[in-house]
Every structure is written in structure tokens, then in C-alpha cells.
């Protein structure tokens, strides 16, 4: 994360500074010392993220995007309650300090939460500075990451009631399939034949796990020896199918690097481990047979093909923050033949 520039807007879309001080001053008396300054390091392809300093600590704090929004894509509640869960536990996640559920302050719920340095891979010029053993175990680092949360036992740490297990995959496929329709502005060729497909293949799920839902590189923090520091981004996160973090990681391997740059390339940097040795290590560290893989790397791409649609609703709105959102609606046909082509259909 960068420092906070000495010339930082005072009141960055989507935040408005005087409010929120007047709330910390009241919530959290004392945490905040001099002038509140915020930079929007995010912007809006998910939540929108800020990172807060007032010249000696920082802070990180977020909120919805703004505008149109899917239904339950972006409930801050959830964040806050899974990295609270996880605190203690071998999944590195940052503190929370605090949450805002109602719209008085900002206009949408937010949480905010500590600062946790650390590099977030996205680009494969970055990650190809460690050099290829590195890079080869960070992509193994990952795996066992994801494989940590996937052991957790949910009643353990609080989150016993965090999701509905039963059913799980063909809620989520009816979810996706109405967040597409909710945010659908174009036609989308083979998106409905994709989604028949996944229907009539359902598979049956092993036993359910802490899901992240959207588990990758650049949503890790790595600090300078290659540690991670913190899992981010839990927006997505619920009780259900472990094998749709392994078929996602599978699909953002696959496809690093696609669309320039829209879908991360880091996973192209050489000694970055091939989707067949992560998923190897993934069995090997979980003792769970990844059975079905392809059907899970399909519904992966059918789903970022709707969150594309939805940044690409936006964007037509005028309702991002932020460069490069133009091009988010070229993946979103890249990602339904990617998922067509998985389940070897054209």
C-alpha cells in the first residue's frame, strides 16, 4: 500500500472526511491525533478501499462502490464478522476496528481496519523481481493459505450459522444468474448456454468449508520475505464449497494475463506454479480429492463474467472510480468461452 501523499484530497469520492472524524472522535476517542487525510488506493472494482493516516498511524476503511450495485455483493457486515472470526487463527487477516452499518456517516456501511504493509502481486514484471524459486513458492505459499482457512472448523471460531452448506452450488448459481440479469445492458453470447450447463452438471460438493470466494495472488499481502501477511478482500466469503476457491485460483492461472492486463498477470511470471501443481498441492495439503475441477474453473469464469458485467454497467453509468474500467466489459465475453471451452463445449 502506498503512503499517505502529503497532498491528498481531503474528501475523496465516496468519503466525506469531516463526517467520518466526527464519528471516529466519538467511537474510537483518542485513535485518531492530528489531520485526517484519506487516498482512495482502490477503485470500485469491487469495494472501494481508502487508505486513512493523520501523520503517524494509518488506517484502511471500507465502503460500497458507489451507484448501482448487486444485491448482497458488497455487505460489509460479512467482511467485518469473517476477519474478526479469523484474527486468531493460522489465516492472516487485519484487525478490524470498527464497524458502521448504517448510512449516516457515508451514505452506505463501512468498517475500518489496520494498516497491514505488504505487496499485493497483480503484474508479472513485479512478482518476476523475486526471480523463479521465489515465485515458485509463493505460488505454493498461496496454496497452503488457502488450504489453513479451508481446515478451519466454522463452529470454532464463531461462524457456525456464516452460510447455508445444503444446496450451496445451486443457490449460487441461481445468485450469479440473477446478479447478471440485475446489471445486463448488451447481449452476451453463450452466457445463458454456460449457465444451462453448469446447471445440468452440478456436482456433488465434499464436505463444506470457510469459502473466501474470491482467492487469488493479488488479494494477499507479501511482505519482504515472502510471507503473507494478510488474506484480503472477504466480500464473497461464506460457509459452503471449498473447491470454488481452488477452481477460481485455477481460472486467474489460466487466464493470467488476458484481456491486457484486465485479469492479473502475475501467475505469468516464470517459476509461478502451473493450475495443475497448485491444485496437486492444494489435495496433498487438505487430503480433499479436487474431483469435478473442470465444472468448478467453468463456474468461476461464468461468475467473474457477471461481475464484469456489473463493473461494465457501472461504467456506463458513469458510476466508477478510478481508470481502466472502460475495459471491463471485454472480459466478459472471454470468460464465457473460457468456461464453454472447460466443460468442451464451443
Do not use: C
Request: glycine letters at 10%; a negative charge.
Amino acid at each position: 500500500m502506498p503512503d499517505t501523499p502529503a497532498d491528498a484530497v481531503a474528501d475523496p469520492p465516496g468519503l466525506d472526511l469531516g463526517r467520518l472524524r466526527a464519528h471516529l472522535d466519538r467511537a474510537l476517542p483518542g485513535t485518531v491525533q492530528g489531520l485526517l487525510r484519506a487516498e482512495l488506493i482502490e477503485g470500485g472494482r469491487s469495494n472501494l478501499t481508502y487508505l486513512l493516516g493523520d501523520g503517524t498511524a494509518r488506517w484502511v476503511l471500507r465502503r460500497p462502490p458507489l451507484g448501482h450495485v448487486l444485491a448482497t455483493a458488497h455487505d460489509m457486515g460479512r467482511e467485518h464478522r469473517v476477519m474478526t472470526a479469523l484474527r486468531d487463527t493460522g489465516v492472516p487477516v487485519p484487525a478490524t476496528l470498527l464497524l458502521d452499518a448504517g448510512t449516516e456517516v457515508l451514505g452506505a456501511p463501512w468498517y475500518l481496519m489496520e494498516y497491514v504493509p505488504g505487496t499485493a502481486h497483480r503484474d508479472a514484471a513485479g512478482l518476476a523481481v523475486l526471480g523463479e524459486e521465489r515465485a515458485h513458492a509463493l505460488g505454493r505459499r498461496l496454496v497452503d493459505t488457502l488450504a489453513a482457512l479451508h481446515r478451519i472448523d466454522p463452529a470454532e471460531v464463531g461462524l457456525a450459522d456464516f452460510g447455508r452448506p445444503e444446496g450451496y452450488l445451486n443457490r449460487q448459481l441461481r445468485r450469479w444468474s440473477a446478479q447478471l440479469h440485475a446489471s445486463r445492458s448488451r447481449e452476451l453470447p453463450g452466457v445463458d448456454r454456460l449457465h444451462a450447463l453448469l446447471l445440468d452438471r452440478l456436482p456433488v460438493s465434499p464436505a463444506p468449508a470457510l469459502v473466501h470466494g474470491d482467492y487469488r495472488l493479488d488479494n494477499v499481502l507479501v511482505d519482504e520475505h515472502d510471507a503473507i501477511t494478510a488474506v484480503l478482500d472477504w466480500e464473497m466469503s461464506t460457509l459452503g464449497d471449498p473447491l470454488t476457491d481452488v477452481g477460481l485460483l485455477v481460472m486467474y492461472t489460466e487466464l493470467a494475463g488476458v484481456g491486457g492486463g484486465i485479469i492479473p498477470s502475475a501467475a505469468t511470471a516464470p517459476g509461478f506454479p502451473p493450475a495443475g501443481e497448485l491444485v496437486a498441492h492444494y489435495a496433498r495439503s487438505t487430503g480433499r480429492e479436487a474431483a469435478d475441477l473442470d465444472w468448478y474453473v467453468a463456474f468461476a469464469s461464468f461468475k467473474l463474467a457477471v461481475v464484469a458485467e456489473g463493473i461494465h454497467f457501472r461504467f456506463q453509468q458513469g458510476r466508477t472510480l478510478g481508470a481502466g474500467f472502460e475495459r471491463a466489459g471485454e472480459i466478459a465475453p472471454v470468460l464465457v468461452r473460457h468456461g464453454l471451452t472447460t466443460l468442451k463445449e464451443r
